[in-house]
Each structure stands twice: as structure tokens, then as C-alpha cells.
């Protein structure tokens, strides 16, 4: 049981390049979202997803974009990366309903220089 | 809006003691808590999930605590073995899953 799946696990974008952080569940859960971590700032919510073709924003949703496809993919693109958005991402998927216990994925540690 | 805190930012003590660790939340109105260890490099992996309607929630050496309405959650770690090492987050469902988390403790259990 592969549980939530990120790739790549670590990545060096140039500032403007654009790329995808891929994020697979296999638990058939309806919501996912995305998180970033940063040192003194907690875990903050970009996106999220209550189930295939629902999206909407998070806390801090700009310079990113999501789409939701399928149950199991959620992908997060960023469009032209920043400096600001170096940080690690961690994908996350749960049931919609009865007890949504959270599952994360081992993240990726995005480097934009 | 929501927000969660974690006291002490950092804790150290040796193997063998009791750990307690608290998280408050300003909104009484949550769905459930969920705390999580996270070891440094890794990703997140959930401990206890406590539903709004329970008191607590138990897992091996592991008890976790709740009360709404002073907005406040504990978990209990009994025995501290180095292995327990890690940092802690408690993370706030007030709706939608939408989590918001407390910045966290980290903790050091010395041999």
C-alpha cells in the first residue's frame, strides 16, 4: 500500500522556469490539498480538492495551479517560479467524510534560485 | 480565523521521562485534531486523530487529549525513548479538512 506518493522528492528550478510536483494517492480518498512548510511558518494550505474536477484555493494560493482530473492525481504546477516559493510541499489526501484522518506524502524540497 | 499554538517550541528531557505536549487553538468550533511526528527531511505521519465529540484517544505509549472548550489539546507520551525524537504538530479541522497547524515541539529524549 503506497499510501500518497510525491515526485520528484527534491528539485532546483531557475527563477521564471516553470514545473510540475506530481502527487498520487491509491487510498481512493475524495480530498486532497497541498501544503507548503517554511521555517517559522508552520504548514500553510495552497490548494485542495473535495473530488475530481473540484478545486479551489487555499491560504496561500498565488503563482500556483491545480487541477483535478482523476481521484487519485492532483498535481500542483507553478507557472514562473520565485525565489519566495522555495520551500518543501507536501501533498495530503483524506476521506471527505466520517473520520478524515490526514495522510501526507514525504514532500518535496523545492530549491529556486 | 483559526489559529493553533504549540508550547514549548522545543523540549529535552531524559529517556525514561513522561512527555507532555500542549496545543491550543483559538476556535472552539473544530471537526477533530490530529497530531502528527515529523522527522527532520521526512514527511508527515499521523499519530492520533481525535474526533470533536471524544475526550481522548489512545495508541500504545501515546494519549491524546481534548478540550473544546478551553480550546486546548495534550499528548502524552509515557516512557521517552530516544526513538521518540522528532517534532510534533497538531493540526486543527474546523471545516472542509481544511488543516490549520501549530508551528510545533520539537523534542530531544537523551540516553
Known amino acids: 500500500n503506497a499510501g500518497v506518493t510525491q515526485t520528484p522528492k527534491f528539485q532546483v528550478l531557475k527563477t521564471g522556469q516553470s514545473m510540475t510536483l506530481q502527487c498520487a494517492q491509491d487510498m481512493n480518498h475524495e480530498y486532497m490539498s497541498w501544503y507548503r512548510q517554511d521555517p517559522g511558518m508552520g504548514l500553510r494550505l495552497i490548494h485542495y480538492s473535495v473530488g475530481a474536477g473540484i478545486t479551489d484555493q487555499g491560504e496561500v494560493p498565488n503563482g500556483y495551479n491545480v487541477s483535478r482530473s482523476t481521484t487519485e492525481d492532483f498535481p500542483l504546477r507553478l507557472l514562473s517560479a520565485a525565489p519566495s516559493q522555495t520551500s518543501v510541499y507536501f501533498c495530503?489526501?483524506?476521506?471527505?467524510?466520517?473520520?478524515?484522518?490526514?495522510?501526507f506524502g514525504q514532500g518535496t524540497r523545492l530549491t529556486v534560485v | 480565523k483559526q489559529e493553533v499554538t504549540q508550547i514549548p517550541a522545543a523540549l529535552s528531557v531524559p529517556e525514561g521521562e513522561n512527555l507532555v505536549l500542549n496545543c491550543s487553538f483559538t476556535d472552539s468550533a473544530i471537526y477533530n485534531l490530529q497530531w502528527f511526528r515529523q522527522d527532520p527531511g521526512k514527511g508527515l505521519t499521523s499519530l492520533l486523530l481525535?474526533?470533536?465529540?471524544?475526550r481522548e484517544q489512545t495508541s500504545g505509549r501515546l494519549n491524546a487529549s481534548l478540550d473544546k472548550s478551553s480550546g486546548r489539546s495534550t499528548l502524552y507520551i509515557a516512557a521517552s525513548q530516544p526513538g521518540d525524537s522528532a517534532t510534533y504538530l497538531c493540526a486543527v479541522n474546523a471545516a472542509g479538512n481544511k488543516l490549520t497547524f501549530g508551528g510545533g515541539t520539537r523534542v530531544l529524549v537523551k540516553p
Open positions: 481525535i474526533q470533536s465529540s471524544q
Open positions: 495530503a489526501s483524506s476521506y471527505q467524510t466520517g473520520m478524515p484522518e490526514a495522510f
